[in-house]
């Protein structure tokens, strides 16, 4: 991807840069120079300096979805440009001036009625989500929160703020929402946390047991050895060309142009999904389709042939793993008396008993990579499927060698993307938690720990209690779309005494908070990110594209504000400004750069040039295979497991003496599936994947809506056989049901999906009927109003999302506009 410059040219380049810094800086640079003329005479003497090709009328930002230029016309963002080297732009980009412009921003600081008036403990909490809201000033809202703050550290200590604040936020290493809270309540007295995440909680806490790091978020071999030696790709309940749209910094797209030059090489893809997935289409894969939630014995009969049929490589794992003959004698029944063959486990998932045995087969003969996607662990007994793909990937024998083994991270933000060779940026810290800070509760407990002060559960080999939650913030996460249960939820809301809320946006979590503060997107503001979370191969400025809009402001001054009147300023802000921040990271990472031998100009020069950095990639990184050097030398390069190799019987785990997660992995039927009791009353079985055209709930509130939207609801994948069954014909008004709640949603009438599976991406903003009314009809069809909320075991407790029995009708009841995007009365 780099050019390289001969050696004498560099110097010349280095000496003009020199020169030109000498002349006094950056205002007189810029003025000396039209801004593109700059960009262009620092890439020449710095080539991993990109200078933007396009005409520079944008200004260079960047979010999720990728970076890019606005154009800004009237103080308005009206266009958007991804940068050139995006190899793969995607259509979010282009909603950047519909999130900036919004109508259902919140304008100015609200407090809901009821609050105001009786204080934070004759609030009506029973009121939230239903009740009035009333302007107040900047001051009387920072006034508010900080007292309440100040009064519950007093009275009830830490362990009474739940400021963990899960969520996705906006890019940018300075105004990072979540991260600006905890640091403000780390210096207030701190606060109750959170361990885990709603992404990987069950793969990263038993990976950890199994491979010795959390893996999900570790560095894959890298596309260019994979595209030269793999033959066989397995994507299970993995879909990489949706999923890689976005990223957690922004992305560098090198992930879908892997997926797009293995296509091109026409690599064989079996794609293992109930849903037949926009990457199986792309990617020409061979689709497979099981039944939902039944991985892991669709896995485990796999793993039977491949010791049936000797297909397995007993010298692998000798070497490199413990375990194996546990695992033999679970096979082969030794102590239930039930074989695990292939036959067995078709009868539970589904797939033909031939069609597994021929897996296997194919598995060991080609040089295999297993991508894992992580839809197959956001489940009950989510633990086991991870762990059954490395045991399988370990019976193959293949790990650590070119091109094959299995990698868990190569549909997120592309996982496998070369490491770059430069330094890197290091965002504004929460500071240290004081000593007495609360043991955290895993993450998606919350509305249980809301609902249940004093409880204990079980957590990977230790005990949490919850406290007795009184006050909740949250800045730069959805709690009404990620959570599961949306209705117990709204109970469990009901606990706390205060709730605040940073946000853009109306979302439901801001409508159901007592006091809600406008925060900027980060369009509005200066800030710098990282391109590319694995490869480090970019750093992008994100210039401020227009003012704060309405009353809005950046998190940072937000928080700035409370530690103001808390007393914790200075603290807070360490005496530095936006420009001042950015510069000190951007100094640290150019220092880093420096010892990597590679040349950067300074901050008021690269700021002012509105361009990006794009660091070179060596050679050897390229060619990069995880876990090679363990391969290689399994006692100078151990794991990090107990016995320094990968277990496939943890004696860690099986001395937890958990049986929803014992020490060995296997089949253990889920909460709820198709063959529980509950499917008699609600067969069919819920899958609810990201959505292909919004971050979760981001984006939910721009046009691109339109393209997915059924009835103006989000759509509902069903089966023909289903819905003919059901009388429901295909853009249709559908109400989905069991138990726990309905939601109104469109029919997309799809052989998409296998029969008895539906599908409601995860994301759409919640909108009840009646919001005094409990289990109220979802207008907009928030797919967790279905879900349950369980963890996914004693061990990891992960959440159970992407699982749930239900059943659907056609909607016949009275006509109820979508009002999900909505500003509530008197905001
Ligand atoms: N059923 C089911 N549920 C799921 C999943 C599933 O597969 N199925 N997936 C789960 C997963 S993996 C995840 S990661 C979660 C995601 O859950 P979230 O991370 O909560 O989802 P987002 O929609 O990204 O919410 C981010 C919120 O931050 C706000 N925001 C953006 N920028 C800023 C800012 O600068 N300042 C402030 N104050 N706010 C800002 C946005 O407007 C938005 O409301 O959902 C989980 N929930
Ligand atoms: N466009 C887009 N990209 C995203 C996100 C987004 O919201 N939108 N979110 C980002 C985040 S935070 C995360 S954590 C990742 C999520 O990455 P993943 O968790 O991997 O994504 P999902 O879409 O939840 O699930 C991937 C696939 O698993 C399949 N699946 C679900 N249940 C089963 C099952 O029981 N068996 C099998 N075999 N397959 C199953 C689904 O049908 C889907 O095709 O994506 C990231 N990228
Ligand atoms: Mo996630």
Redesign the pocket.
């Known amino acids: 991807m780099m050019k390289t410059q001969p050696e004498a040219m560099q110097i010349t380049r280095r000496r003009f840069l020199t020169g030109a810094a000498a002349l006094g800086g950056v205002s007189l640079l810029g003025s000396l120079w039209p801004r593109s003329a700059l960009a262009e005479a620092i890439s020449q003497a710095l080539p991993q300096f990109v200078a933007l090709r396009q005409a520079q009328k944008g200004i260079l930002t960047g979010a999720?979805w990728g970076a890019f230029e606005a154009i800004v016309r009237d103080g308005k963002m009206v266009e958007t440009r991804p940068v050139q080297d995006d190899p793969f732009p995607n259509e979010l980009i282009s909603m950047a001036p519909h999130q900036v412009h919004a109508p259902n921003r919140v304008k100015y600081p609200m407090v809901r009625k009821s609050w105001l008036e009786g204080g934070a403990q004759n609030c009506r909490p029973e009121l939230r989500g239903c009740d009035e809201w009333v302007r107040v000033s900047w001051d009387k809202a920072l006034t508010l929160v900080s007292n309440e703050i100040r009064r519950l550290q007093q009275e009830h200590g830490p362990q009474s703020i739940h400021a963990g604040s899960?969520?996705?936020?906006?890019v940018?290493m300075l105004?990072?929402?979540r991260t600006l809270l905890q640091r403000l309540m780390n210096l207030a007295g701190g606060f109750l946390g959170y361990a885990g995440?709603?992404?990987?909680g069950a793969a990263q806490v038993i990976m950890s047991h199994v491979v010795g790091s959390m893996e999900v978020y570790e560095q894959q071999t890298a596309w260019p050895d994979l595209l030269e030696n793999c033959q066989l790709v397995v994507l299970w309940g993995c879909n990489p060309m949706i999923t890689l749209k976005n990223s957690w910094n922004i992305p560098d797209h090198v992930g879908p142009a892997g997926f797009e030059a293995l296509k091109k090489k026409g690599v064989r893809v079996i794609s293992i999904d109930p849903v037949k997935s926009d990457s199986t289409d792309y990617l020409n894969a061979e689709w497979v389709a099981p039944r939902p939630y039944t991985d892991s014995a669709m896995l485990v009969g796999i793993a039977h042939t491949l010791m049936a049929e000797k297909l397995h490589n007993p010298d692998f794992l000798k070497t490199y793993t413990v375990g194996f003959d546990k695992f033999a004698a679970y096979l082969n029944g030794e102590q239930d008396g039930v074989v695990k063959d292939a036959d067995w486990a078709a009868a539970i998932c589904g797939v033909e008993a031939d069609a597994l045995r021929q897996l296997a087969r194919d598995m060991a003969k080609s040089r295999t990579m297993i991508m894992g996607g992580?839809?197959i662990q956001?489940q009950h007994h989510g633990e086991q499927p991870h762990w059954l793909l490395v045991t399988v990937a370990a019976m193959l024998g293949q790990v650590g060698l070119p091109g094959g083994g299995f990698g868990f991270s190569y549909h997120y933000s592309s996982g496998g993307s070369p490491t770059a060779r430069g330094g890197i940026l290091a965002g504004i810290s929460a500071g240290d938690a004081p000593k007495n800070s609360p043991t955290p509760i895993p993450v998606a407990r919350i509305a249980e720990c809301l609902a249940s002060p004093g409880k204990t559960i079980d957590f990977n080999g230790a005990k949490v209690t919850y406290p007795d939650v009184k006050m909740v913030y949250?800045?730069?996460?959805?709690?009404f779309?990620?959570?599961?249960d949306t209705n117990a939820l709204i109970k469990a809301w009901q606990h706390p005494e205060t709730i605040v809320?940073?946000?853009?946006?109306w979302?439901a979590?801001?409508k159901y908070a007592d006091i809600v503060?406008p925060?900027?997107?980060?369009y509005e503001?200066n800030d710098l990110e990282m391109g590319g979370d694995y490869s480090q191969l970019y750093v992008f400025p994100m210039h401020q594209c227009v003012p704060p809009q309405h009353e809005s402001r950046?998190?940072f001054d937000?928080f700035a504000g409370l530690a103001a009147k808390l007393g914790v300023q200075e603290a807070f802000t360490e005496g530095k400004d936006e420009m001042q921040w950015l510069k000190g990271m951007y100094d640290d990472m150019k220092a880093q750069a420096r010892n990597a031998r590679v040349a950067l100009p300074p901050f008021d020069m690269f700021w002012a040039s509105n361009n990006y950095i794009r660091f070179p990639v060596p050679e050897e990184n390229k060619k990069w295979v995880r876990f090679a050097d363990f391969r290689e030398n399994p006692l100078l390069n151990p794991l990090g497991t107990p016995s320094g190799k990968i277990e496939i019987y943890s004696e860690a785990v099986a001395k937890m003496g958990y049986t929803d997660c014992p020490g060995l992995p296997g089949w253990l039927p889920p909460h709820e599936w198709y063959q529980g009791p509950e499917a008699s009353k609600y067969p069919l079985s819920?899958n609810?994947?990201?959505p292909i055209n919004?971050?979760?709930?981001?984006l939910?509130n721009t046009p691109l809506r339109k393209k997915y939207a059924v009835a103006d609801r989000e759509a509902v994948w069903i089966h023909p056989q289903d819905a003919k069954a059901r009388g429901i014909g295909d853009g249709e008004l559908v109400r989905a049901f069991n138990d726990r709640g309905q939601i109104l949603v469109g029919a997309v009438v799809t052989e998409r999906v296998r029969p008895g599976v539906v599908r409601i991406s995860?994301?759409a903003w919640f909108d009840p009927a009646d919001p005094r009314q409990e289990g109220s009809l979802c207008k907009n069809g928030n797919?967790?109003c279905?879900?349950f909320d369980i963890g996914s075991s004693s061990l990891a407790q992960g959440?159970c999302?992407?699982m749930a029995q239900l059943e659907i009708e056609k909607y016949q009841g009275p006509i109820l506009n979508n009002t999900a995007h909505a500003v509530p009365a008197g905001a």
């Open positions: 999720h899960y969520g996705w936020k906006s940018g105004h990072n929402s995440d709603y992404s990987t992580w839809g956001r949250v800045a730069g996460g959805n709690t779309h990620q959570h599961q809320v940073n946000e853009p946006y979302t979590t801001a503060l925060a900027t997107t980060s503001r950046n998190d937000i819920l609810t994947a990201h919004r971050l979760h709930s981001q939910d995860e994301g797919v967790n279905l879900t959440n999302g992407q």
